[in-house]
């Protein structure tokens, strides 16, 4: 356990469908991530929330929607998502950069989403 | 590129013998992170190691730097079947760049 929880585990759905992913941090951390991982392809990192705002957004697609309400929970709303955003979807928390440089990060244990 | 690559990208050995893997970086390295991370499950940090060191230890795992090369290695001693993963370096203060990883596969 690294304190850092994901829900739901495993997700199916249409391309039609709207569902949100659910990261929650026990850890007191300040900074809070959502990463992809593809088959075969390196960690792509997607959003960066630091002190409950967002700091990075690496040119992810609009149908990716993120939300950080606090700063333990992180959610990733999805809507008309494509068969090619099947992936596992990593939250991680952090404490925020300190002298210009992040901290260790605590991952989850990822959310695996199939997109049919 | 930032990205950092991990090689070789698949190692497979028998249990108990020692599995080493490599990252190198274009950018310049400051610290570096290595972590494990099971079949479709998060990252576990292993080891971080500052740029002013060399070399540093945990339990069975050996991390060298080198930063003139812009590189590291992990060393992995007695392997166990529960080692068989993938392992990840992370150019820490490098927005987490991570490399494809090094898919390790211990045979019993």
């Known amino acids: 356990e690294t304190g850092v929880t994901q829900t739901p585990r495993h997700l199916v759905m249409g391309m039609t469908n709207k569902k949100s992913l659910k990261c929650e941090q026990h850890?007191?951390?300040?900074?809070m991530y959502w990463y992809k991982q593809s088959a075969k392809k390196p960690l792509e990192l997607m959003f960066v929330?630091?002190?409950?705002?967002?700091?990075e957004n690496n040119s992810v697609p609009s149908r990716f929607s993120p939300e950080c309400p606090n700063s333990s929970h992180l959610f990733l709303h999805l809507h008309t998502l494509q068969p090619e955003d099947s992936a596992l979807y990593l939250c991680?928390?952090?404490?925020?950069?300190?002298?210009?440089?992040?901290?260790?990060?605590?991952f989850g244990p990822g959310t695996r989403l199939t997109v049919l | 590129s930032q990205q950092g690559e991990e090689d070789p990208q698949a190692l497979s050995i028998q249990e108990g013998e020692n599995a080493t893997m490599n990252c190198s970086y274009k950018?310049?390295?400051?610290?570096l992170q290595w972590y494990r991370q099971n079949s479709g499950r998060g990252l576990v940090h292993l080891i971080l190691?500052?740029?002013?060191?060399r070399e540093k230890h945990s339990g069975r795992l050996r991390v060298t730097l080198d930063t003139s090369k812009k590189s590291s290695s992990l060393l992995i001693t007695a392997s166990r079947a529960a080692d068989t993963a993938s392992y990840f370096c992370?150019?820490?203060?490098?927005?987490?760049?991570f490399g494809p990883g090094t898919r390790l596969s211990v045979l019993p």
């Open positions: 850890l007191g951390h300040n900074a």
């Open positions: 991680a928390s952090s404490q925020d950069r300190s002298g210009g440089h992040y901290n260790e990060q605590f």
């Open positions: 190691i500052r740029s002013n060191e």
């Open positions: 950018t310049s390295i400051n610290n």
């Open positions: 992370d150019n820490y203060g490098q927005n987490f760049v």
């Open positions: 929330y630091s002190l409950e705002e967002r700091v």
